[in-house]
T-cell receptor
Framework: AQSVAQPEDQVNVAEGNPLTVKCTYS??????LFWYVQYPNRGLQFLLK??????LVKGSYGFEAEFNKSQTSFHLKKPSALVSDSALYFC????????????FGKGNQVVVIP | EAGVAQSPRYKIIEKRQSVAFWCNPI?????LYWYQQILGQGPKLLIQ????????DSQLPKDRFSAERLKGVDSTLKIQPAKLEDSAVYLC??????????????FGPGTRLTVL
């Protein structure tokens, strides 16, 4: 079955510094990869996705992610973090070789320090 | 564009009681999902509808959970009887139709259930 791993529980970064949130995945076929963000007391919001094509995907709010097939990774990045980026970030994968279910990671809490 | 609506936002019940959650998806979204999100974990799919038909309910505890989407729009998720381990946030999401799995899902604010 498909799965994702988000190895860090919390990521602390100073405002203005680069932000990276790590994600690795496991699938039997080719992956469709997604990043979602969750603000307190709100539902998940879509940030970006990788389906095929260019390995660097650009998304909402200045975020981007790089698909690396050899390392089975899809890390989320932002060049300059804002305090408003503090939230819970989820990586998710859909396995084209198995069922169409979206499997989410456990999430990473990002704290941007002013 | 209105988002996914859910009610209630919060519910506290005692174990063995029953509870129901309601979801209204984004207009035109044929696919509807119910997820369970336990504290500290990512959302787990309970059931997926395409219009009013069930696509995937393999992770739904069918002895106590049920869901319906009678007219292919609104949906209701029910738990009867509730257990302590059902305490979680129940998220409803919707997406444009398609079986390729590439469409992003739009999530509602969720219902936080506490079972005492």
């Amino acid at each position: 079955a498909q799965s994702v791993a988000q190895p860090e529980d919390q990521v602390n970064v100073a405002e203005g510094n680069p932000l990276t949130v790590k994600c690795t995945y496991s699938v039997s076929g080719n992956p469709y990869l997604f990043w979602y963000v969750q603000y307190p007391n709100r539902g998940l919001q879509f940030l970006l996705k990788y389906i095929t094509g260019d390995n660097l995907v650009k998304g909402s709010y200045g975020f981007e992610a790089e698909f690396n097939k050899s390392q089975t990774s899809f890390h989320l990045k932002k060049p300059s973090a804002l305090v408003s980026d503090s939230a819970l970030y989820f990586c998710a994968v859909r396995d084209t070789g198995g069922n169409n279910r979206l499997a989410f990671g456990k999430g990473n809490q990002v704290v941007v320090i002013p | 564009e209105a988002g996914v609506a859910q009610s209630p936002r919060y519910k506290i019940i005692e174990k063995r009681q029953s509870v129901a959650f309601w979801c209204n998806p984004i207009s035109g979204h044929a696919t509807l999902y119910w997820y369970q999100q336990i504290l500290g974990q990512g959302p787990k799919l309970l059931i997926q509808f395409q219009n009013n038909g069930v696509v995937d309910d393999s992770q739904l505890p069918k002895d106590r959970f049920s869901a319906e989407r009678l007219k292919g729009v609104d949906s209701t998720l029910k738990i009867q009887p509730a257990k302590l381990e059902d305490s979680a946030v129940y998220l409803c999401a919707s997406s444009l139709p398609g079986t390729s799995g590439i469409n992003e899902q739009f999530f509602g604010p969720g219902t936080r259930l506490t079972v005492l």
